[in-house]
């Protein structure tokens, strides 16, 4: 079994410069990193970070290597890339995808992996920026449970609740089934507010009184409470446009699965509304702005 003497991080954004930074500081190895920005790495030199000039250098010294990039066709490319990360994979190398990705080419990468005599273990991330930075991330990982043994304690470092879900690929398929379904309660969430506060009834009262019964859920605490209530939907946090990339993932699962998935279709719609509106940056709850607009029916 290969030791585990050097870490390497690729994609250094909102969730991977906090996770990089809990397994600069709890791993107990060295970590090398690469990011097209200079400022998250200047940032984590500070931990003890290593700069590299490109991915093939983080694959060529490290033993384990994480991914934390914005899709999984970003993923797809860098892997197959003529200089990229399959070229440069070694002999039990473990490369662990924490983005989002869709599960055929998840899967359809392990296999490429494992005919390098390398790795790849699916175990994208859930929760907030403030988890990743407080290491309490939610992660599912799919994996061999010999390979999920061996990766556990670095994923440890910044996550506090790591599931493991099957074999490589189904880390994937729970991601994308829970952001599935917590959009589809944002849209139920955004429905109620609209009707109940055009009945009479004061919209705090409403979402108070809803937590206190059976409609109460995460969704209806945070994302309804903390943002669809005062209206805060701001950039740079998980956006209408990568909530529609996941969610299109769900939908294509469904295809494949031959599901009939009619309430992620409705999202699909009011995602799109909202990207047509010039709202596409925002907070994925925005789309509550447009159930509310005057005149709607």
């Not at 600069?24 to 998250?40: I, M, N, S, T």
């Not at 093939?56 to 890339?81: H, N, T, W, Y």
């Not at 470092?157 to 099957?166: H, K, R």
């Not at 206190?212 to 995460?218: L, N, P, Q, V, W």
Request: neutral net charge; aromatic residues 6%.
């Amino acid at each position: 079994m290969r030791k585990i003497q050097q870490i390497g991080f690729i994609g250094l954004g909102v969730m991977g410069e906090p996770m990089c930074r809990n397994l600069a500081r709890k791993a107990g190895v060295p970590v090398l990193a690469f990011d097209l920005a200079k400022e998250p790495l200047e940032r984590l030199a500070t931990e003890g970070v290593k700069s590299a000039a490109s991915p093939a250098q983080v694959m060529d010294q490290c033993d384990v290597v994480f991914l934390s990039l914005p899709s999984g066709e970003i993923v797809a490319k860098l892997a197959r890339d003529a200089d990229g990360l399959l070229a440069h994979a070694s002999a039990d190398q473990i490369v662990i995808d924490l983005s989002t990705s869709a599960v055929d080419s998840t899967r359809a990468l392990a296999a490429e992996f494992e005919a390098r005599q390398a790795h790849l273990v699916d175990a994208p991330v859930a929760r907030t920026r403030a988890a990743a930075e407080a290491g309490t991330l939610a992660v599912m990982v799919g994996a061999s449970p010999a390979l999920f043994e061996r990766v556990r304690p670095l994923i440890a470092t910044f996550a506090s609740d790591i599931a493991l879900c099957g074999p490589v690929g189904c880390g994937q398929v729970l991601k994308i089934l829970n952001n599935m379904v917590l959009f589809e309660t944002v849209v139920a969430v955004s429905e109620a507010k609209a009707i109940g506060e055009r009945a009479g009834v004061d919209p705090t009262v409403l979402f108070n009184t809803l937590s206190m019964g059976s409609a109460d859920s995460f969704a209806l605490r945070n994302h309804g409470m903390k943002a669809v209530l005062p209206g805060e939907f701001p950039e740079r946090a998980f956006s209408v446009r990568y909530a529609q990339k996941d969610l299109h993932y769900a939908l294509q699962l469904a295809r494949q699965t031959g599901v009939d998935a009619r309430g992620a279709q409705v999202v699909d719609g009011w995602f799109n509304a909202a990207i047509e509106a010039g709202k596409g940056e925002n907070y994925h709850p925005v789309i509550s702005t447009l159930m509310a607009a005057p005149g709607k029916r």
